[in-house]
């Protein structure tokens, strides 16, 4: 399953910016394990909001709380990361993950996922 993200970009901080994560192939992330990733120049890479299954409990960073909303879109295959508020401290390149052989209900991310996306830079400028 190859996943193509897209939407990151140069933005200046007190924007927005809307990732999207889908399957090449349409391959559904229905009741799937889905996650958001980043990993700044540097610096390890970092969980941002994870859901293990439709409708389950979404973790979100403390770092990003209350400024990003995932959310899957069923009809279009998709998974969305809508980031708002965005300061310089969220420039980083920024992966989707996919695990089809688990689903939860709890907010968590997984170790691993068996699925990732190639990335997509987002730039935050002061």
């Known amino acids: 399953v190859q996943l193509q993200a897209s939407g990151g970009g140069l933005v200046q901080a007190g924007g927005s910016l809307r990732l999207s994560c889908a399957a090449r192939s349409g391959y559904s992330l229905d009741d799937k394990a889905i996650a958001w990733f980043r990993q700044a120049p540097g610096k390890e890479r970092e969980e941002v909001s994870c859901?293990?299954?439709?409708?389950?409990?979404?973790y979100y960073a403390d770092s990003v709380k209350g400024r990003f909303t995932m959310s899957r879109d069923s009809a279009k295959k998709t998974m969305i990361l809508q980031m708002n508020s965005l300061t310089p401290e969220d420039t980083a390149v920024y992966y989707c993950a996919v695990d089809p052989s688990v689903w939860y209900s709890d907010s968590y991310c997984l170790r691993n996922y068996d699925y990732w996306g190639q990335g997509t830079q987002v730039t935050v400028s002061s």
């Open positions: 859901q293990g299954m439709n409708e389950g409990k979404i």
